[in-house]
């Protein structure tokens, strides 16, 4: 299973963004998939999760009302839609794909990662 995520970049305070991860496998649709970010000296952190269908979201507080994740079973791919992008959202982001169909929180319950997409807001 391979994950390609992309759209990161540079914006500036209050401004938007879309990240997209792509996966390789034909399973896509049964599992569950995530977005954790990364800060240099910090933790690998929960950002958000979506279940196989799609009906069933989970954000954590640090960005919900700003993010909104979707999928797309039909291009096998996962969206993260970030607006009102904060200085502190600085990290690299991860697209994950876990174990399960159902909301999860837990790194060691996602087993596929994606190479990470670098996302830098300007004060």
């Known amino acids: 299973v391979q994950l390609q995520a992309s759209g990161g970049g540079l914006v500036q305070a209050g401004g938007s963004l879309r990240l997209s991860c792509v996966a390789s496998?034909?399973?896509?649709?049964?599992?569950?998939m995530g977005w954790f970010r990364q800060a240099p000296g910090k933790d690998r952190e929960f950002v958000a999760s979506?279940?196989?269908?799609?009906?069933?979201?989970y954000y954590a507080d640090s960005v919900k009302g700003r993010f909104t994740i979707s999928r797309d079973n039909a291009k096998n791919t996962v969206y993260l839609q970030m607006i009102s992008l904060k200085p502190e959202d600085t990290a690299v982001y991860y697209c994950?794909?876990?174990?399960?169909?159902?909301?999860?929180?837990?790194?060691?319950?996602?087993?596929?990662w994606g190479q990470g997409t670098q996302v830098t807001v300007s004060s």
């Open positions: 994950a794909r876990s174990n399960s169909a159902g909301i999860t929180l837990r790194l060691y319950d996602y087993a596929y």
């Open positions: 496998d034909r399973t896509f649709s049964r599992y569950s």
């Open positions: 979506i279940t196989w269908s799609g009906a069933s979201t």
